[in-house]
């Protein structure tokens, strides 16, 4: 059973760092293309960064040069480094994994929440101004 959990969430002033980590078991994060999404009280949920089965990444405009999404091949975990925090941050913060897409392919499909057939329960970050 493929299973989600992140933790790191919390309450931070602007400027301010977090790091968010989603544990995964039941398969490898080696194999699947991986995102970290986000969504904010009455807004749609919205994809922030996205890694490929080989190391690709790409960034939301938003969060591009202040965010940082990586797996850690040996915990087993995708990991979101989020620095330079703006209030407009502030949100609830999922991980979700897919085995079907590759490489490329990853970041095609990256857009749509409805891609992503395994997601975590999701982490709470607030940066106030």
């Known amino acids: 059973v493929v299973q989600l959990v992140e933790s790191g969430g919390g309450s931070v002033q602007a400027g301010g760092s977090l790091r968010l980590s989603c544990a995964a078991s039941g398969y490898t994060v080696r194999n699947y293309c991986m995102a970290w999404f986000r969504q904010a009280p009455g807004k749609e949920r919205e994809v922030v960064a996205a890694i490929d089965q080989y190391g690709g990444t790409r960034y939301a405009d938003s969060v591009q040069g202040r965010f940082t999404i990586s797996k850690d091949n040996t915990k087993n975990t995708l990991d979101l480094q989020m620095s330079t925090l703006k209030p407009e941050d502030t949100a609830m913060y999922y991980c979700?994994?897919?085995?079907?897409?590759?490489?490329?392919?990853?970041?095609?499909?990256?857009?749509?929440?409805?891609?992503?057939?395994?997601w975590g329960q999701g982490t709470q970050v607030t940066v106030s101004s």
């Open positions: 979700a994994a897919d085995p079907r897409w590759l490489g490329g392919h990853c970041y095609q499909v990256a857009g749509e929440v409805g891609n992503f057939g395994y």
